[in-house]
């Protein structure tokens, strides 16, 4: 499984900041797919919470 592979030893290469407001999740999930992200649009009751920058734009943040 993927979970076998997760190194929590080494420096993480992706560096996250947060704002002391910020809202407190349990879990991310991240995904680049837009046939995930449709999915969980049509399946899920969704809210915004803010947005990702790429070289590719804009990913939305959703609560759900």
């Given at each position: 499984?993927?979970?076998?592979?997760?190194?929590?030893?080494?420096?993480e290469?992706?560096?996250?900041?947060?704002?002391?407001?910020?809202?407190?999740?349990?879990?991310?999930?991240?995904?680049?797919?837009?046939?995930?992200?449709?999915?969980v649009?049509?399946?899920?009751?969704?809210?915004?919470?803010?947005?990702?920058?790429?070289?590719?734009?804009?990913n939305?943040c959703?609560?759900?």
């Amino acid at each position: 499984m993927i979970t076998d592979t997760f190194d929590n030893l080494s420096e993480e290469i992706i560096k996250v900041s947060c704002n002391d407001n910020a809202v407190k999740a349990d879990a991310c999930i991240l995904t680049f797919s837009h046939v995930i992200l449709k999915y969980v649009l049509e399946n899920f009751q969704c809210k915004k919470n803010g947005d990702l920058y790429s070289s590719n734009g804009a990913n939305p943040c959703l609560w759900i």
